[in-house]
């Protein structure tokens, strides 16, 4: 697609005509899938023939965005796209409260700038008030605990009640950091199983060592556990194992290494034509790279114990002695899985490891990163479950899919910071908070602010109401009548408490929703040039990740 115009570079007041004309596009197409009773947005899909993408999701429809014609406008869109995505990613939910937040602040600080305020006064203050925003936001938190409201704060996100249901029994199981596959099933409805202990995606080495044929896996029970990442391609490597594990009296035992040439398996396989005597497993190291798999090598020598045998360390079996192997209750393997279950490591070192790992977890800034550390944690508090999403046609078994997969990550915010009244009431109750700060203002960009935020919070109620039908200044004015915790139930068509209603909003996601809103609207406000280099290449679809900046 060839751009429709070909100036490179847009002072003021064309670069905020620009910056408004592309970030409105991209909200207004958002801004209809605010709330319960959402319209939806349709896509074409560019790689097949199929109907087109149904969205009701502001995320994933602003990814599908990819160019806008106008070269100027673009830029605006593509950057409200950048911010939505980068919300998506860390939050799974929030982008349409976080559209809308954003193109309040920005239209409204646009008219103030034209009219002679300072924008970058007007920013600092601006981004002031997204951190009283925020203080107010950390008040109301109330921890959500029991499967009720924890189903309660995922209805709220992709209001369906079957999913929402087993979503909080789920999480009411495993916790916070529980290990949780969102798997497609050739059924039509929803299914859940729970596994015991944890589990990794690496399986045996030989299907020749399963033992129960009915389930395609095999167990040990009191296993020994030998730890490393070395390839074994001779009978003389694994020889030591074997002999160390008899000598003392080790009769169960998993062996866990990268490769095992076949003539060693043929060694490995000899010695459990007697089950009954002796039994062992051989199955791969987990992860993908030295660095994963690293990973692997120390959580499970800290949760069964024993020594992790290291190839870049030149570790060797022969040196092996029994205190360095490790022990578990029971220990299952497939070919695509291995389970331990009950390990035998120190307990306070582990939950030492444990607490490091989540310490880690909060203090990083990367959403890759940050999803490893969650499985790892995960993996070690031993909470797993698997949600099978079924259906009648592919194409609700994808959407339903989509919907699991950001609703579960807005349930384990709502764990860790709890919930907020939902349908906008929570920001709404910030407008008291704002009201003073703007009593006390000492200029004119101050007071500016402090207006143009106290009008915004209440936009996404506004939002809501027009979805569904209503009245967006009634809808507000009910709302604030009521009181403190009140906001418009769209569903009943009046103002009621929101938390006794049972109408939550994962507090994690309404925090990072209007502070990504108010900041990356303040930061726009600064733009005055727009750049176009010459052969603009075609904006790829998919961009690198980049970290958001925590207040």
Not at 120 to 125: A, F, I, K, P, S
Request: aromatic share 6%; glycine share 10%; with cysteine.
């Amino acid at each position: 697609m060839r751009p429709t115009n070909s100036r490179r570079l847009v002072f003021q007041p064309g670069s905020y005509a620009s910056l408004q004309s592309g970030a409105n596009q991209i909200v207004n197409a958002i801004r209809p899938t605010l709330g319960p009773l959402p319209r939806v947005v349709a896509i074409d899909r560019i790689l097949d023939t199929r109907i087109p993408e149904l969205l009701d999701n502001g995320g994933t429809i602003a990814k599908r965005i990819i160019q806008l014609r106008d070269m100027h406008a673009d830029v605006g869109a593509m950057y409200v796209r950048d911010c939505l995505w980068q919300l998506q990613d860390q939050e799974g939910d929030g982008t349409a409260t976080a559209a809308v937040i954003f193109q309040s602040v920005f239209n409204q600080g646009v008219r103030h700038v034209a009219g002679g305020y300072n924008a970058r006064r007007l920013q600092t203050y601006l981004e002031e008030g997204a951190r009283l925003v925020l203080a107010e936001l950390t008040r109301m938190t109330a921890a959500v605990n029991g499967k009720e409201r924890l189903a309660q704060a995922a209805y709220t996100v992709c209001q369906d009640a079957e999913l929402s249901d087993l979503l909080g029994e789920i999480f009411d199981i495993v916790g916070e950091y529980g290990r949780l596959e969102i798997r497609e099933d050739s059924g039509r409805g929803l299914e859940r199983e729970y596994v015991e202990g944890m589990y990794w995606e690496k399986g045996l080495l030989s299907r020749e060592l399963i033992a129960d044929w009915t389930r395609v896996r095999s167990e040990l029970e009191d296993a020994a556990v030998f730890i490393s990442d070395l390839s074994l391609r001779e009978p003389e490597d694994l020889l030591p194992i074997l002999v160390c594990a008899l000598k003392n009296e080790r009769r169960r035992l998993l062996i866990i290494a990268n490769e095992i040439s076949d003539s060693a398996m043929s060694l490995l396989l000899a010695n459990n034509r007697k089950p009954e005597e002796f039994q062992v497993l051989a199955v791969h190291t987990p992860g993908h790279g030295a660095e994963e798999q690293a990973w692997f090598l120390t959580d499970a020598a800290i949760l069964c114990g024993g020594r992790p045998y290291i190839r870049e360390a030149g570790d060797h079996p022969r040196g092996l002695r029994p205190e360095h192997f490790g022990r578990a209750r029971r220990v299952w393997a497939s070919r695509e899985n291995f389970g331990i279950i009950g390990g035998r490591g120190d307990p306070r070192m582990l939950r030492r490891h444990i607490a490091e790992l989540q310490q880690t977890f909060e203090d990083s800034l990367d959403v890759v990163y940050r999803s490893k550390l969650e499985k790892r944690i995960g993996k070690l508090l031993g909470g797993s479950a698997t949600l099978r999403i079924g259906g009648v046609s592919e194409h609700e078994i994808e959407e339903r899919k989509e919907r699991a997969e950001r609703t579960a990550l807005a349930v384990r915010g709502a764990l860790r910071e709890g919930a907020l009244p939902g349908g906008g009431a929570a920001l709404l109750a910030c407008r008291p908070a704002l009201h003073e700060r703007l009593r006390q203002a000492a200029d004119d960009e101050e007071a500016a602010a402090y207006r143009i935020l106290i009008d915004t919070v209440a936009e996404p109620m506004r939002a809501l109401a027009a979805n569904a039908g209503y009245n967006p200044a009634l809808a507000v004015g009910e709302a604030e009548a009521g009181g403190t915790g009140f906001g418009f139930d769209v569903l009943r068509g009046e103002a009621v408490h929101m938390t006794e209603a049972g109408i939550l909003d994962p507090a994690s996601v309404q925090k990072a929703a209007a502070v990504t809103g108010i900041t990356s609207a303040a930061l726009a406000l600064t733009i005055d040039v727009l750049v176009h280099r010459p052969d603009q290449p075609a904006r790829a679809s998919v961009r690198p990740p980049s970290k958001r900046k925590r207040l």
